[in-house]
């Protein structure tokens, strides 16, 4: 876990802004016996035992955008992102990210370039950091050693129900602008 980050990355080389004690940041490390192919859906499963955390925070309208985002009202609130290294048959090591917004600086918001939120926005009250990193990493390890089992399957149905876009139409924007 980070009080700072001062290098953060997201998907596609974009950048993760947070600032001294404003974010919930923290990596971490889970080995798997099996390969790479076999965790297929471990990020979308992330994001439901982040979800589970926030709701337990008092958060009950977060929302999971594919594959790692984490809205509220359409605004980002957090994200995830996971490495993984190993062999095509395992076992694989997995690093997984995990990056919240808990009161961001007004310096940090005019440098996101998308809508952002943050949990004191949403809940006006500054969470325990302590107990909601502890919350956060019960709910991953609760979901990962099922995840082993049984991969996505079981966090399918509860992944759909967050799901920001889910049996709505959607406009995919390709690199070049078109869609």
Known sequence: AAELQTSGRGRRGRQWHSGLGD???????WRFQQGPSFLSGLSLAVGVAVIRTLEFAGIKDAALKWPNDVM????KLGGTLI???GDMFGPTVAVIGVGLNL???EN???RIDQGATDV???TGKMPDRNKLLAALLTNLIIMLREFEHQGF???KEEWADHHICENKPVTLRL???SS
């Open 153 to 155: 399957a079981p966090f």
């Open 120 to 122: 004191f926005s949403i």
């Open 23 to 29: 974010g919930l940041i923290f990596s971490l490390l």
């Open 103 to 105: 009161k961001l600086s």
């Open 83 to 85: 490495e993984l290294q």
């Open 72 to 75: 509220f009202n359409f605004c």
């Open 175 to 177: 690199p070049d602008g």
């Open 108 to 110: 940090i918001q005019a």
